[in-house]
């Protein structure tokens, strides 16, 4: 017995003193960049079109063009026929393929993120969303299924709620297409259409619009509805990118614009000083220079915009 304690005594003399307690782990940092206050602003900014040329195989029908739309705005794009304005828009939504065109160079961007090349479903789900030139409904469709349509993206309980939610918002801009919800679109008449064509896009929940001549064809009346439709989706959040052959429309509506002469941006500024331009007035206004000066006085000066530098 007691040579047991003597072992005990022996054992607990050679053993290693305690452990000193060690400082706590530090938490583990999430994975991933740091988000810098240069990524950040990116986050925050609209589209963003950075030296683009695109075309059609041999025919190059924009060179170099440059353009910015803050989120929340309107911006405009003017031109004439075949100035480029509707490979503009093909080029930022992505389906300039689907018209056997391409990017050759330049980039397109928008809340920091890369779209050109990108496929045209992503490009929705980054929230930019076009209504093409000419419409293009299913005809054959009802009003209430070319409505869905817009809406195939959605997914699950949250998608069928955000879905919904888009719905009741079209209706309420159009409240004539919840009167022809269950009438084939391609018996409505042309504003109506037009009206569709847009709801449609907005039940994807778009942050940015591309609208392609969305008053092409139409009567002064449905033209004027379809401008006061694009200020009130504006003023709701959504940016909108508006390429328009009624100048005086665009103009109207818009904070900045753009022109588009052969492929290149020939004019750009203010809305407001673009619609006081001698130029643009002429050319796209069909309003020529006052004959007569004013009494007492020379000419009223009207602002001269510089060129985009090339």
């Not at 440059?66 to 911006?75: A, F, I, M, N, T």
């Not at 409240?175 to 269950?182: D, G, I, K, S, T």
């Not at 929940?205 to 006061?228: N, Y």
């Not at 750009?268 to 643009?280: F, I, K, Q, R």
Request: aromatic fraction near 2%; proline fraction near 7%; charged fraction near 25%.
């Amino acid at each position: 017995m007691e040579a047991r304690r003597q072992e005990a005594r022996t054992d607990a003399h050679d053993s290693p003193p305690p452990a000193e307690p060690r400082d706590p782990p530090e938490p583990a940092r999430p994975a991933g960049p740091v988000r810098t206050a240069e990524a950040a602003e990116a986050a925050e900014a609209g589209l963003v079109v950075r030296d683009l040329a695109a075309g059609y195989g041999p025919v190059t029908a924009l060179r170099g063009v440059s353009l910015e739309v803050p989120r929340g705005s309107v911006v405009a794009v003017l031109g004439g026929n075949g100035a480029g304005k509707s490979t503009l828009l093909r080029a930022v939504s992505g389906t300039l393929r689907f018209h056997r065109g391409g990017i050759a160079a330049g980039e397109v961007s928008f809340g920091g993120r890369r779209l050109s090349g990108a496929d045209p479903s992503a490009v929705v789900a980054c929230g930019v969303v076009q209504v093409p030139e000419g419409r293009r409904i299913f005809a054959r469709m009802t009003v209430a299924e070319n409505l869905r349509a817009g809406a195939l993206g959605a997914r699950g309980a949250r998608g069928r709620r955000a879905a919904a939610e888009a719905r009741d918002r079209v209706l309420t801009l159009f409240p004539v297409l919840a009167e022809r919800a269950r009438q084939r679109a391609g018996l409505l008449s042309g504003g109506e259409q037009q009206m569709l064509a847009i709801g449609r896009a907005l039940m994807a929940r778009p942050v940015m619009l591309l609208l392609d001549e969305p008053t092409l064809g139409l009567a002064p009346m449905a033209a004027a509805r379809i401008a006061d439709t694009v200020r009130e989706i504006n003023a709701q959040g959504t940016t909108v990118l508006l390429v328009e052959q009624n100048a005086a429309m665009a103009l109207s509506l818009a904070r900045h614009a753009y022109v588009l002469e052969v492929g290149e941006v020939a004019l750009s500024g203010p809305a407001a000083e673009l619609a006081a331009s001698d130029e643009v007035r002429r050319r796209y206004l069909g309003i020529g220079d006052d004959p007569a000066a004013p009494a007492g006085g020379a000419p009223a000066t009207r602002p001269a915009l510089a060129r985009w530098p090339g």
